[in-house]
Each structure stands twice: as C-alpha cells, then as structure tokens.
C-alpha cells in the first residue's frame, strides 16, 4: 500500500500544478470577501470532480465564508487545516512557471498546500483505501494580517474533536522540513496623545506625542533578545498633521514573537505596564496574545517520525525545524492536540515577491501527507 501511494503520486507533478494554478489564479485577498469567495468556489469545483463531495458552508460577513469538508466515519477524527486567503493585493503578481518554479500570490502559503492535501485524499480515494476514522478538512479565510479572528473558534471546535491536526503549510525555506515548532504572536496598537501646539508662536504649550512615543519605541525595542528568540518589531508609525505643528498624536503597530507560552505572557505583563514619561501625555494599549506557540510535544514527534520513516522509503529526506512564521496550527497545538505542521509544497518566499513552489516536489510531498492520514485513519 505504502508503494502504491508513492507509485501513483510521484508522476503527478504537472496534473497537481494544473490545479494549483487555478486556485492561485483565482486571487483571494484576505479583506476581500467578493474575491475570497470566488476562489472558495474554484476549490469547492475542485471536490466535485474528485469527490462528488459538498461541504458544510459557515457564511460569513466580513470575511469568506469557511468551509468543511468530511470524509469517512468512525468515532476519532483526523483534522486537515487550511486557509485560502492570501496577503496579496489583486493584481500584484501574477503566476509563471520559470524552470522547476511556479510563482504567484499564495502559491506556497498555502495554496500549493491545499493542493497537495487534496491530492493526497484522491490517491487514498483511488487506491481504495477505507477510512476508519473521520477525516475533516477545514477551510478558513481571514488568516492572514489579521490571525483568523473569526474562524479561531470554529479551528478550536474541531481540533478538540480531533486525534491529530495537519496542517499543510509551506515546508520550511531551506531544507523542505516539517515545522514542529513556531512562535506565538502578540499584536498591539500604541497610541500616544499629547497636546497641538503651533510650532512657531507657541512651541512649549505642546505635549508632543511622537516624542513620547520615540521613548516607548526605544524601549521596547530593546526587548529583543535573538538568544531567547524573542522579538519585538515596530512595524508602522504614523503621527502629526504638519512640520510646523506639535502633534496631539501618534501611533505604532508592534508584532512580538515568542518561543514559549510563558514567554508571551512575559512580554504581555511589560507591554501592559507601558507608561509614558510625560504625565501630561496619555496612552493607550490595546492588543495582545493573538497566536498562541506551537510547542513539540512527545505525540508530535511521533507524527513527524511516521513521515520521516517514509520519507526514507522513497528516498526523500525529511527534517524537522523550527520557525518564526504563525500558523493556525498553534490553536489546536495550545488545546494539546498533536499537531504536525508544514506538511505543504516546497519552496520559497512565503509573502515576498519571488513566493515560488518547486514542482518537481509535488507528487513526493503529497504522498508523504497521503501517507501519514493512511497511518492515522486507515488503520483498523
Ligand atoms: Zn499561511
């Protein structure tokens, strides 16, 4: 069986690339519900070839409407995560295939992935492998910049369901590894309010806010520490209506990384007992813990030893890393439920302009995903 996967997988590299490309030309903005929805569709059409198979729809509002899809009965539950959103603007890349690359918005974060995924349920489906337990595969579309507010809830329902999440993410840059471990995330929005004053005729009756808000940034900055893998970036600024007025306010956008779960909580204190030097300035701290870590656990690595195994098999290394980027596989790892991450198209620039997958890993990575379900849900 285990062959028969590889043998029927490997030679599929250009069919599985002929439906990533239209996934990825179908272009999905995250703020972009008209867009996002019509490539929930393109993947939808993608399920009616292969499996004559609808899914329950969750509509949404303000985001695309999420989507599952069940295959299989039992009792236990094997959970497959994906979102379909991307960080790119319409129109902003456009796919191309250059040699052993395809790029374009999404490709490997992570429309290439949700391919690869749904390529690993056909061969199961093809080579007539029965499913004993349930397997779900779950579409989400608000993930990127705004770390899935809105299907947090509907990912953590499903994980506690769930013996094992996978989650067909890009593999990591370099070495094709599996991510067993990733960072949390905190987001925060400082603002600074100070006091206008003209800058000519009465420059000390104001309270500048972008100077106080230096200050802070100074500061927080200083909190990053490489050692510990902690790091605090000020992403966007913005203050002040004019060179020849004291601005009333000024705002920063932060993102902080974090390995561990304490560590976050760490960083949440001190960000929370932020004050200005000014007592006459006032801020305000709004944000957060918005991700939380993933963290190997004992039970995770014996999902990544099931793959490596079988990498070996057919001849393809597979290593194991640990990354910065979040996924929504953090949700279900916070809940305890083993989760194995990375399990999607090889390649590189997740979010950057050279965002590419290398084709000739597509049959090999699906069947190492078609592999690792058949272990967990087809066994008796
Ligand atoms: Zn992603």
Known sequence: ???????????QNEAILTDIKKIVERESPTLNKELVDACGEEIRSLF?????????????TRFGDHFKYTFGQGEQQILILGHFDTVWPEGKLTYRVEGNRAYGPGIIDMKGGLVIAIWALKALKELGLPLQKRVVFLFNSDHEGVASPDSRTLIEEEAKKSVAV????????????LKLERKGILRYTLTVTGRSAHAGNSHEEGINA?????DIIQRISSWTDYSSGTTVNV??????????????????????????????????GLMNSLQVRNSEASLEIQGGIVRPTL?????????????????????????????GGGSDGSFASALGI?????????????HAEHEHILID?????????AYLIKELAGGA
């Open 361 to 369: 890993h597509l049959g090999t990575r699906a069947a190492l995903l």
């Open 166 to 177: 996978l989650v067909p993410e890009a593999a990591e840059a370099n070495t094709h590894a």
């Open 1 to 11: 069986m285990e062959e028969n996967i590889y043998t029927w997988l490997k030679g």
């Open 235 to 268: 992403g966007q600024v913005k203050g002040g209506t004019g060179v020849n007025v004291v601005p009333q306010t000024a705002e920063a956008a932060i993102d902080i990384r974090v390995k561990t779960m304490e560590e976050a909580k760490r960083m949440e």
């Open 48 to 60: 009616r070839t292969y499996f004559d198979n609808e899914p329950e729809i969750f509509p949404r």
């Open 210 to 214: 972008i100077v106080e808000l230096a």
């Open 338 to 350: 083993p989760t194995l991450d990375g399990l999607g198209a090889a390649g590189a620039g997740p």
């Open 295 to 323: 963290e190997q656990t004992n039970e995770s690595k014996k999902l990544f030893s099931l793959v490596r195994d079988y990498g070996e098999k057919i001849g393809y290394e597979v290593k194991a890393a640990a990354v």
